[in-house]
């Protein structure tokens, strides 16, 4: 009875700390992924220029570097098998790197668009190439480490939820914040907190 009894709680039950991992960085992650995701083209067209090809670029190599990152970041934390430091310490990264957008040139004049395209376009794969390592590489590889065939779908179903939180929040709590009447320093506020996230959480 002893025996069965331990076995059961292993295969079944996670720990509190092992839930607060999977829920905390599974929002914080969906959080940051929203901001890529919807509001770096918004900030494209809204700041630096409503050209097409300048958000076209921006999706485009976003999209490369971060399936790149995610097949090399997998292989790097597979042979290193420090899957939570590159969770950790990539949340950490992946804020700053988002909260660097408040730093760009806003409006820029004529003949300055190019240039502020091309930094946009490439923080926004250097943010890509970070979140995919923490996120999607490894936070994703760690949730199937921990988990198995008798709790998997329970935390799946879970995840599968969490990106309605994150936009909830971003879109409830920020959004005004980044709309077509939105200053320059209410878009530098909004990068910064959203930068915040995932630091603090990592």
């Given at each position: 009875?002893?025996?069965?009894?331990?076995?059961?709680?292993?295969?079944?039950?996670?720990?509190?700390?092992?839930?607060?991992?999977?829920?905390?960085?599974?929002?914080?992650?969906?959080?940051?992924?929203?901001?890529?995701?919807?509001?770096?083209?918004?900030?494209?067209?809204?700041?630096?220029?409503?050209?097409?090809?300048?958000?076209?670029?921006?999706?485009?190599?976003?999209?490369?570097?971060?399936?790149?990152?995610?097949?090399?970041?997998?292989?790097?934390?597979?042979?290193?098998?420090?899957?939570?430091?590159?969770?950790?310490?990539?949340?950490?990264?992946?804020?700053?790197?988002?909260?660097?957008?408040?730093?760009?040139?806003?409006?820029?004049?004529?003949?300055?668009v190019?240039?502020?395209?091309?930094?946009?376009?490439?923080?926004?794969?250097?943010?890509?190439?970070?979140?995919?390592?923490?996120?999607?590489?490894?936070?994703?590889?760690?949730?199937?480490?921990?988990?198995?065939?008798?709790?998997?779908?329970?935390?799946?179903?879970?995840l599968?939820?969490?990106?309605?939180?994150?936009?909830?929040?971003?879109?409830?709590?920020?959004?005004?914040?980044?709309?077509?009447?939105a200053?320059?320093?209410?878009?530098?506020?909004?990068?910064?907190?959203?930068?915040?996230?995932?630091?603090?959480?990592?």
């Amino acid at each position: 009875v002893f025996f069965m009894s331990d076995k059961s709680k292993k295969v079944g039950a996670l720990s509190a700390r092992t839930w607060t991992s999977i829920l905390l960085f599974g929002l914080i992650g969906q959080i940051a992924w929203v901001v890529e995701n919807m509001y770096f083209s918004r900030f494209m067209q809204n700041e630096i220029t409503k050209a097409p090809y300048a958000t076209t670029l921006l999706v485009a190599f976003s999209a490369i570097f971060a399936t790149l990152a995610t097949l090399i970041g997998g292989a790097l934390s597979d042979r290193t098998g420090k899957r939570k430091v590159f969770i950790c310490w990539g949340y950490v990264v992946w804020g700053f790197t988002i909260a660097a957008f408040s730093l760009v040139p806003m409006q820029p004049s004529a003949d300055k668009v190019l240039p502020m395209v091309i930094l946009v376009v490439a923080m926004d794969c250097i943010m890509s190439v970070i979140g995919s390592i923490s996120n999607d590489a490894s936070y994703n590889t760690w949730i199937t480490d921990v988990t198995n065939t008798a709790n998997r779908a329970r935390v799946d179903t879970i995840l599968a939820v969490i990106p309605l939180f994150a936009m909830a929040i971003v879109f409830g709590g920020f959004d005004s914040m980044t709309n077509s009447s939105a200053t320059v320093e209410s878009w530098q506020k909004f990068f910064i907190i959203m930068g915040i996230m995932p630091t603090v959480g990592g």
